[in-house]
């Protein structure tokens, strides 16, 4: 698990257990899930339609074997029954948003009775944007739930009659991989109930999600060209964990994101110009577009200079061995911010 937020769980189930810092550990509570939420809008905002309804590891044991968008549903299907039908015995969201027209859902269920290919059927005929809304609208009303509760409250129970309104609701499948949740929630206190779908369940589904977007990425990687047109290694970049690279759908470098259609000035100005990168340009030494307009990092610019004269082959030998050689994330951290030195760093390194 994540190591800060299952330290922060841990942290939040220590406060909340006590009267005097429950309202403290509400609050981390909502801290946390909007660091996961945001994990969440990271994924729908820079990760291709196709993503979401992809299985990269089908058939494994585990939360990673179904889709981005499954899990967003199954998230927020799990958090709103609990919180309105079984807790406030109220309208959930899905139904007074309208939410299951709009984002294109054909069950109202946890999504728990599907299996394999039925999982990524019906992700895929799901809305991915307006399905992030949804999770958004949960997330706000179970906080103002949260931000409500007493502590005296944290040992309320359940009884047969809630347990027949979450029944009657039709929102848990009878199929005996899903109808078992009934009774699990039923058990618990609601404390307990702030401690799995409200918090652990959230960690659980969105570190498979990470693991998921993670391997497409990979595998987007995979025969792709590693060198990015303004000249970075895309091999050698600090986010190639979470990045398909530049040239692929699945590119979320933070410049392009700031862009629509997620095209970078230089990558635009290089399909204008009609060539394959930045290394080929006349104007490269002065141009001050896109990843160079910042005088600080010239370590891009300075990779782009090499490939101009050695080519990218050369360039990849360099960064491997630069990287043998010293432990850094981000190119800069080892060639500087001046653009001669760092071009100087890469040719000393070629000829070692
Ligand atoms: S700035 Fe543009 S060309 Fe460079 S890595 Fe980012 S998306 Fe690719
Ligand atoms: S003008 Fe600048 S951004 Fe455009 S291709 Fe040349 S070096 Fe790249």
Redesign the pocket.
Known sequence: MNKDWSEKNKKIQMLIGRETTFAEGIDVLIDLRNDLFSQISYIVNTYPPEAFYQMPFAGAEGYHSKTLAYSMWHIFRIEDIVAHTLINADEQVLFRGGWQKKTGSPIITTGNELMGEEIAAFSRKLDVKALVEYCKAVMDSTNDLLRSLEYKELKRRFCEEDRNRVRESQCVSTDSNAIWLIGYWCEKDIRGLVKMPFSRHWIMHIEAMCRIGNKLCKNARKGSDPI?????S?NH?FLKDWCG???TAY?T????CRYPG??????SC?MEKGID??YDCDELKDCKK??YEYDDVNA?KAMALFIHKYGKKELLKSMNRLHKEHDFEKVQEVLGNDLEEGFRILENTRER
Request: proline share 4%; with cysteine.
């Open positions: 990015a047109r303004c000249g970075l895309c970049c690279g530049c040239r590119n470098c933070s410049d392009a997620k095209i970078c000035p230089n990558t290089c990168g930045c896109g990843f891009v």
